[in-house]
């Protein structure tokens, strides 16, 4: 089992930063990739980030060159760092922890952008 807690969202304004946190606990060991999605209400959720065991990462085209995920192994913990952030990006956030039987999620962090 991985428990995943995730932190950092909230209210920024069109053009600012946020950075959203993603600590994990448990069977850590057994993770192999862990992703950011996002979800808007009616529609589905989407992939947005990615970073493997490797360090190897893919971003989606919507946040290409804006949004850097990263992750520290000693706190097994992934960031998101969002930058230029505009209202299309207002959404729930999700962190997603892989093994190779199971994907765990987090509990999900609002994050609104908005003047």
């Known amino acids: 089992q991985v428990q995943l807690v995730e932190s950092g969202g909230g209210l920024v304004q069109p053009g600012g930063s946020l950075r959203l946190s993603c600590a994990a606990s448990g069977s850590v060991s057994r993770i192999y990739v862990r992703s950011w999605y996002r979800q808007v209400p009616g529609k589905q959720r989407e992939i947005i980030a990615q970073?493997?065991?490797?360090?190897?990462?893919n971003y989606a085209d919507s946040v290409k060159g804006r949004f850097t995920i990263f992750s520290d192994s000693a706190k097994n913990t992934v960031y998101l760092q969002m930058n230029s952030l505009t209202p299309e990006d207002t959404a729930v956030y999700y962190c997603q922890a892989a093994t190779y039987d199971q994907a765990y999620w987090g509990q999900g962090t609002q994050v609104t952008v908005s003047s």
């Open positions: 970073v493997n065991a490797n360090g190897a990462t």
